[in-house]
């Protein structure tokens, strides 16, 4: 059981993130600057299994810190923020990574012609 003023999803990702590794690096909470960021999979019957990535302080709730995303847009974060090399992915990003690249240059080139 949860501890008072911690919460129930909170105790889970401790537990889950305790027994794999991540697939992409783990950061500080860049919103809260509290806690440490944790893959988990979704248990809900519409995404079951699909990954996300969230602060071990955040609540369904609305409380709590509002760092959340699922795994693609967890990549773009850490790909535009500079968090993350080529040598980082695995094999599985590799392709998602090319993606990310591409709509970054595409969102540049589309500034460009708007100028």
């Known amino acids: 059981m949860a501890s008072p ?4 999803s909170s105790a889970a990702a401790r537990n889950i993130a305790r027994r794999r590794k991540s697939r992409l ?3 500080l909470c860049p919103r809260c600057e509290n806690k440490m960021v944790v893959e988990l999979a979704a248990t809900t019957e519409a995404n079951r299994g699909h990954i996300f990535y969230t ?9 709590g810190c509002n760092f959340w995303f699922w795994e693609e847009g ?3 974060y850490l790909t535009r923020h500079g968090l993350i ?5 695995e094999q599985p990003y590799a392709g998602l990574k090319q993606s990310v690249r591409q ?5 540049a080139v589309g500034a460009i012609c708007l100028k």
């Open 5 to 8: 003023g911690s919460s129930a």
């Open 85 to 89: 090399g080529d040598d980082e992915i």
């Open 25 to 27: 690096p783990l950061i």
């Open 55 to 63: 602060c071990t302080d955040h609540m369904k709730d609305g409380l």
């Open 74 to 76: 967890y990549l773009r």
């Open 103 to 107: 709509e970054q240059t595409n969102l």
